[in-house]
């Protein structure tokens, strides 16, 4: 079994301020992990994936999100927020020989606030 | 530019009434996603499809049909046995069999009138 809990369906940041985007996950086995963006009325855009290698992975748009199997946790974060970043966001999660089986979190709405 | 090509974006339903929601790629991807978006909720998966001429179920296949003649085309049914169709439907692609959906459509509104 496997699912993701993402904390806080909504988060307001100022812009030019950290981003903060909180995942945790739960898997029987070694999780591979994503982050996805969906712009209002349009499909979801993979911003950045874990799949067993490097712990901090970098992704599209200057976000990066590190995996911490110690806290099963994979928050996304971005050092300065630019208004282009406003959107929901989606934490993910699948297994090795599973991906069509990819389980979603309920979705983080991320305002900035200029 | 390659894609994924939802259509219609707004639908409207009757009860009672079967609908088919359109999904087209030219990304030559081997697999294609139907999934089910409802307000604060994650995506869902409906069906999925590893090849021409083959698919699964997904979590919540009941009252939907698919079918995949054609590698690059993927419609969903959404059948009167559906109770609550009213959501937010996405199609996506991935080039292998084995890869995660990367690829989405901009999505189809159904609503039930």
């Known amino acids: 079994a496997q699912s993701v809990t993402q904390l806080g369906s909504h988060v307001s940041v100022s812009e030019g301020a950290l981003v903060l985007l909180r995942c945790n996950y739960s898997s029987s086995v070694p999780p591979y992990l994503f982050w996805y963006v969906q712009y209002p009325n349009q499909g979801l855009q993979l911003l950045l994936k874990?799949?067993?290698?490097?712990?901090l992975v970098k992704g599209i748009n200057g976000f990066e999100a590190e995996f911490k199997k110690s806290e099963t946790s994979f928050h996304l974060t971005k050092p300065s927020a630019h208004m282009s970043d406003a959107a929901e966001y989606f934490c993910a999660v699948t297994q090795y020989g599973g991906y069509q089986k990819v389980t979603f979190g309920t979705g983080t709405k991320l305002q900035v606030i200029p | 530019d390659g894609g994924i090509t939802q259509s219609p974006k707004y639908l409207f339903r009757k009860e009672g009434q079967n609908v088919t929601l359109s999904c087209e790629q030219n990304?030559?991807?081997?697999?294609m996603y139907w999934y089910r978006q409802d307000p604060g909720q994650g995506l869902r998966l409906i069906y999925y499809s590893q090849i021409v001429n083959d698919f699964q179920k997904g979590d919540i296949a009941e009252g939907y049909s698919v079918s995949r003649e054609k590698k690059e085309s993927f419609p969903l049914t959404v059948t009167s046995a559906q109770k609550n169709p009213t959501a937010f439907y996405l199609c996506?692609?991935?080039?292998?069999?084995?890869?995660?959906?990367?690829?989405f459509g901009s999505g189809t509104r159904l609503t039930v009138v």
């Open positions: 874990y799949t067993s290698a490097a712990t």
């Open positions: 996506a692609s991935s080039a292998a069999r084995d890869s995660i959906p990367a690829t």
């Open positions: 990304l030559n991807h081997d697999a």
